[in-house]
């Protein structure tokens, strides 16, 4: 028998070997990272029977812990696990393995607008309110508030036949939570839960419920019911109703407080496709990469390709240029514009000279006399005091006055609150230099309004002029008919394509500016945990909310005309777009204040009763997108990760992006290097094909141009169609002169019956 200080010993030993060990299997886990695997499923080993057999044996072989988070069977053959980068790497080695792509994370892109685009009007092309229940719609977001009367099912018949979705139940989210309109609801966190740990359902709920708004806001814009005497706080009262108001709605809750997930993406898409919706819409975006590293491109090229129409935000990164996501040329990327609706409000200085704000306020308004104004960088302890940031005001020297605050470093309403909390009592917010004279509305919590940059420059230059300057800020009001309107955003994420420049993106513009839809009654309006206000309905900006109304016109098309392709859907919706006042002035950038172009709004913003009947189209099959893929030099294996079919290209054959039959135009061209330098010149052929989708006519090309740099010419001149569904070719042929390196400039190309004007923008780019 051992002696007793040496059994002692060995338990002492035992147990620092056991916590050694569990501290090496903590940092291996913390190492892990979410992968999502791209099998090459035609190819499967004679060995299995089972494709997720086959990826079980795959992934053990790599790693004895690792487990599959999903798999995939629709959008992409595979599955998603958490893996080392050294199990990684070893995965990718193997044969019959596409690609292991790392997770990305994705962020959101965060009434008036039937009236706005015409919907309001009486016409025979307007689909019957029995086909559009059979369009459904997909949301991918945060989920949804089901309880809103913006899903009212009263006015729509049975669910389509045709529909294998399913409402799953969770947290504050029972099967009775679906109806009519709202037939479908799902939740995806896996992904999510493997990076952060399980849901915090005190903060949120681990369903279909949307806790934060921005889910229920995009539904309700793309295909939510009409809703009577809607509003927020008492502004933009009126009808609330979606783009497609008697489409079905398909929930996939893919966003949670940290994030939205890849991993979680892919399975809502995957799920969408195989449930049977008729668009998708994604107001998410995040990562640019090349398509076949995208897992969001990926997973909308099956989608297209089974005929599901796929609408994804641009981004929120405007002015800025290239700063686009959500690229792939077989999704349609959405920009943001303004609609003709303000909610303004007077601000008086001492000198009684008055300016106009905007704001969403709607408590207790300040004395009718005026109060002390200061700016925030002078009563500041802070070298970024401008920005009125948390803790950096000093009370004793902004107690019951009027802060100015300058736009940057936090949320614009989180300024009003940092005043507040410091004894001001209320806030001028100014726009700074990279948005111009935008103005966003916001539901401030105390006595606020935005104004734009010349504007909060007149006020800076006041209160450094006056010894007491003091203001007053007058109660806001909704003003309609605002004209210019639409302006492009100064947020909106702006071209030219940073991956595939001879693509012109963003395809197309939308309301998303101060737009009024549903509200999840978690939060309150601004999202801060100080709010404890309840609406159902919120105003809100973002390329996010332009993008639901793209997707629900599209549904709208789909209706009228249910054979037609998502690229036939697409190209109605840009060849009618408009980039004029009816004044015949071009349309304005924000940021600017001057002319906007195709690289801030595509083809331009969207006419839905024009798209309807559109007279021709610019039809992609899989494939015209093959053919695109190849011309990128894309290898055999990144095809198949992207398509799902093997293809070779042929070497004897010519590939071209100019070849793809896109509805809009980019020509990258080569520059000279000297300002002014000229001399060299190219010739360029872009080849295009026409479908006739309306009755037997003769086109006759018009060509407008903003350059001598560059001729232009059309062969055949006129095309005539005898038939529905006659498909006819035309050639471009550009010769540029070279230019200066970044000189752009742009030009049109119209096709035009005498109804219907088909127009296609064109963009220069010297490189």
């Known amino acids: ?107 959101l892109h965060t009434t008036r607008t039937p009236e706005f685009l015409g919907l309001g009007k009486s016409s025979a092309l307007f689909p019957t309110s029995d086909s559009m229940g059979d369009v459904t719609v997909g949301i991918l977001d945060t989920g949804v508030r089901p309880e809103l009367k913006s899903f009212d099912d009263s006015e729509l018949g049975p669910v389509p036949s045709g529909w294998k979705g399913v409402c799953e139940v969770g947290r504050n989210f029972s099967a009775s939570s679906c109806n009519r309109k709202l037939i479908g609801a799902r939740f995806f966190s896996k992904g999510y839960e493997a990076s952060f740990g399980p849901i915090d359902e005190s903060r949120e709920s681990k369903s279909p419920r949307d806790d934060d708004g921005h889910g229920t806001h995009t539904a309700t814009t793309a295909a939510g019911s009409a809703v009577p005497k809607a509003n927020l706080l008492g502004y933009a009262s009126g009808t609330a109703r979606g783009m497609a108001s008697h489409a079905r709605v398909a929930i996939y809750k893919v966003c949670w407080l940290g994030g939205c997930f890849g991993s979680d993406i892919v399975a809502a898409m ?90 969403l306020y709607n408590g207790k308004q300040l004395p009718h006399s005026k109060v002390p104004l200061v700016y925030g960088g002078n009563v500041s302890n ?40 410091a004894g001001g009592v209320g806030m001028i917010l100014t726009i700074t230099d990279s948005f111009g004279e935008e103005l966003v509305a916001d539901a401030h919590l105390l006595p606020a309004a935005a104004v734009g940059r010349k504007t909060g420059d007149a006020i800076k230059k006041y209160i450094s002029s006056d010894p007491n300057p003091t203001a007053t800020i007058g ?22 394509n940073p991956v595939t420049p001879a693509i012109l993106k963003p395809d197309i513009i939308a309301p998303g500016v101060n737009i009024l839809a549903g509200w999840t ?133 010519k590939y071209t992006l100019g070849d793809f039959n896109y509805p809009s135009f980019s020509v990258p061209l080569e520059a000279s290097g000297k300002k002014g330098g000229a001399g060299v010149s190219s010739t360029i052929n872009y080849t295009r094909t026409l479908t006739n989708v309306g009755a037997p006519a003769t086109y006759k090309v018009s060509l407008y141009s903003q350059t001598h740099a560059v001729k232009m010419s059309v062969e055949p001149a006129t095309l005539s169609f005898s038939a529905e569904y006659e498909k006819k070719s035309y050639t471009v042929t550009f010769t540029a002169s070279s230019m200066p390196f970044g000189t752009t400039s742009f030009a049109r190309l119209e096709w035009s019956d005498g109804k219907h004007i088909v127009g296609s923008p064109i963009a220069y780019s010297w490189k």
């Not at 798999?71 to 019959?96: C, D, F, M, W």
């Not at 948390?390 to 107690?399: R, V, Y």
């Not at 109660?475 to 030219?496: D, E, I, M």
């Not at 172009?597 to 992609?620: I, K, M, Q, S």
């Open 270 to 359: 995957d799920a969408a496709v195989a449930d049977g919706v008729d668009v998708i819409s994604m107001s998410i975006g995040g990562g640019l990469s090349e398509y076949y590293d995208d897992t969001i491109a990926i997973g909308a090229f099956t989608a297209a390709a089974r005929g599901v129409f796929v609408s994804c935000s641009a981004g929120n990164s405007g002015p800025i240029p290239s700063s686009l996501s959500n690229i792939a040329p077989w999704i349609t990327t959405v920009g943001a514009g303004t609609l003709d609706r303000d909610f303004p409000a007077s601000i008086t200085l001492g000198n009684e000279d008055q300016y106009s704000g905007m704001t």
């Open 1 to 107: 028998m051992k002696p007793m200080k040496f059994k002692l010993l060995e338990i002492i030993l035992y147990l620092n070997l056991c916590y050694a060990c569990a501290v090496a299997e903590e940092k291996i886990q913390q190492a892990k990272k979410t992968y999502i695997v791209h099998m090459d499923k035609s190819n499967m080993p004679e060995s299995f029977t089972d494709h997720s057999l086959w990826y079980d044996a795959s992934l053990k072989s790599v790693s004895d812990s690792a487990s599959v988070l999903y798999p995939y069977k629709n959008v992409i053959h595979g599955y998603s696990t958490r893996l080392t980068a050294e199990e990684a790497e070893s995965l990718r080695r193997q044969p019959r393995i596409l690609s292991v792509l790392h997770e990305v994370t994705y962020e």
């Open 521 to 653: 009654g978690a939060v309150g309006p601004t999202g801060l945990e100080s709010d404890q206000r309840h609406v159902n309905f919120n105003i809100i900006s973002g390329t996010s909310m332009s993008c639901p109304h793209v997707s629900g016109l599209a549904a709208l098309l789909k209706a009228a005309h249910p054979d037609w392709s998502p690229a036939a859907i697409k190209s109605a919706l840009m060849t009618t777009a408009y980039t004029a006042y009816r004044s015949g002035e071009k349309m304005e950038d924000v940021a600017t204040g001057g002319p906007a172009t195709p690289f801030d709004y595509g083809a331009g913003h969207v006419d839905p009763v024009a798209a309807l009947d559109p007279g021709l189209v610019y039809d992609a099959t899989v494939d015209d997108y093959l053919g695109l893929l190849c011309a990128l030099n894309y290898t055999a294996n990144q095809i198949k990760s992207i398509t799902h079919r093997d293809l070779t290209c042929q070497t004897s054959k």
């Open 475 to 496: 109660p806001g009001t909704t003003k309609l008919g605002v004209q210019p309107s639409p302006v492009v955003a100064a947020f909106s994420s702006r071209g030219p």
């Open 382 to 421: 802070s070298s970024s005091g401008n920005l009125c940031m948390a803790g950096s005001l000093i009370p004793e020297k902004i107690s019951g006055k009027i802060v100015l605050c300058d736009r940057g470093g936090n949320a614009r309403v989180q300024k009003g609150v940092v005043v507040k909390a």
